[in-house]
């Protein structure tokens, strides 16, 4: 069973920045796919940034002026760093990790952030 735990979040002002974390109980460099998704209250799930296995990150919407996902292979981490924060961007962030054959997802259990206008 794979373990995906969050950690970083809590209340910044706008204009701040964060660095989220997400460990893993397995080696990050086996999963074909890693990467941060978030939910706003009483909205969808949105995918933030993906990694591949390669190391190629993508981004959706204009998000990759703001936001950057890393990872630390050798500490089987996932990071997220976010600068100026809106507070649009209040939301709990979720890390995920995915395996393309057989199909797996696996998440974190999210982390709060709360951005203060």
């Known amino acids: 069973q794979v373990q995906l735990v969050e950690s970083g979040g809590g209340v910044v002002q706008a204009g701040g920045s964060l660095r989220l974390s997400c460990a893993s109980s397995r080696r990050i460099a086996s999963f074909n796919f890693v990467g941060w998704y978030r939910q706003a209250a009483g909205e969808e799930r949105e995918m933030v940034a993906r990694?591949?296995?390669?190391?190629?990150?993508d981004y959706t919407d204009n998000k990759e002026g703001r936001f950057a996902i890393s990872k630390d292979n050798g500490r089987n981490i996932i990071y997220l760093n976010i600068k100026d924060l809106k507070p649009e961007d209040t939301a709990v962030y979720y890390c995920y990790a995915a395996d393309v054959t057989p199909r797996r997802n696996f998440w974190g259990q999210g982390t709060q952030v709360t951005v203060s206008s």
């Open positions: 990694m591949t296995d390669g190391g190629r990150a």
